[in-house]
């Protein structure tokens, strides 16, 4: 499990008048730790994340994963977006194994890790079948699994049950934290739920209305099954 060091992180997007997305954001993430990142819509979670993955270059402050600055995607970050991204022509299991393809890494060594995952998220009847065939949950773990198939030591989600109906979403969360117990990656989730944020998380960062500052760090000390 990765750690992160964020100080001062600011983030200018060109334009007239340039906008200050990320205005100084101060955070460490600790390994195996579970943080949210809640705040509205326009706040700059999803610039923050994207930094993070390593998809857009921050403009001043220091980020750093595993006391290394991060410049470009870092090895070891799997990523869940709120729309699934699966690919419509190939089965869930091959979708599951893309990124160890794209990795040019073997993917016969990771049947075993991808048969262990279908089971922690109940797929494992559906291996064989294509995206269209599943449900919106259904598809999102999928798309944890994807996320997860390369053993991450940092997951990155962005809204992943945004799109889902709330009792699905419940489910959802409820799923996400058991298969948390068992990998124990470092986890920084984007939400605007707060229900979801506090139920999951270590601590939850709420962003300021205001673009790009931290209003407040919450501890969160429930009692977890
Ligand atoms: P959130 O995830 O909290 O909704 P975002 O990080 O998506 O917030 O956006 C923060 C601000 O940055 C918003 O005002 C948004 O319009 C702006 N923004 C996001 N991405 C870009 C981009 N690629 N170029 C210019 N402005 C952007
Ligand atoms: P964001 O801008 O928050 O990073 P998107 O660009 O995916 O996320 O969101 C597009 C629009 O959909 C935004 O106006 C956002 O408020 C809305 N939206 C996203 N997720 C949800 C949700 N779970 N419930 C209701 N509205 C949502």
Known sequence: AATLHAAEVRKRYPGEPPLLALDGISLDVKPGEFVSILGPSGCGKSTFLRCIAGLEPISSGSLQADGRPISGP?????????RDALLEWRS???????????????????RQALRELLALTGLSDFADRYPKQLSGGMRQRAAICRALIDQPSLLLMDEPFGA?????????NAELQRIWMKTRN???????GIAEAVFLA????????????????IEIDLPRP
């Open 186 to 192: 470092t986890v920084v989730f984007v939400t605007h």
């Open 202 to 217: 270590d601590r939850v960062v709420v962003f300021s209305p205001r673009p790009g500052r931290i209003a407040e760090i």
């Open 164 to 172: 889902l109906d709330a009792l699905t979403r419940d489910q959802m």
């Open 74 to 82: 870092p090895d070891h970050v799997g990523m869940v977006f709120q």
């Open 92 to 110: 869930i299991a091959r979708n599951i194994l893309l990124p160890v393809e794209f990795a040019g890494k073997p993917v016969a060594q990771y």
